[in-house]
């Protein structure tokens, strides 16, 4: 049976800037009133059956720095992840996928 296991930072094997899972990482910041803030997005474009794309996505933000955001990413994407395939926002790295309410089960990082 399938499992959602997290997804790490980095280019190499596991990583989710790699090939197999096509995650990009877009990265900003902005000033307001003085206060820099750090922006950091892990996205990708996920085919829907009926309509089209949509962007599955986490995003972090940081006043520290961009690598703070970078982990708030990271950690919004996985929770993202196990919420659409696992069921659940607060089920483990390596939860079993699980049908959604209509049934269909998702093939992890492809639909």
């Known amino acids: 049976m399938a499992v959602v296991t997290d ?3 980095g280019s190499g094997a596991g990583g989710v800037l790699n090939a197999a899972a ?3 990482l877009t990265q900003y910041s902005v000033v307001s009133q003085g206060q820099r803030t750090y922006v950091s997005k892990y996205s990708k474009w996920i085919p829907q059956v009926l ?3 949509f962007e599955f ?8 720095d961009q690598a703070t955001a970078d982990t708030a990413a990271l950690n919004a ?3 993202n992840r196990r919420h659409r395939y ?17 049934g269909d089960t998702h ?3 492809v639909n």
């Open 7 to 9: 997804l790490v930072a």
């Open 22 to 24: 096509g995650y990009t």
């Open 51 to 53: 309509s089209g794309y």
């Open 57 to 64: 996505m986490g995003v972090g933000a940081s006043v520290i």
């Open 77 to 79: 994407l996985n929770a």
């Open 86 to 102: 696992a069921a659940a926002p607060g089920q483990p790295s390596g939860a079993t996928v699980a049908p959604d309410m209509h």
């Open 107 to 109: 093939t992890v990082d």
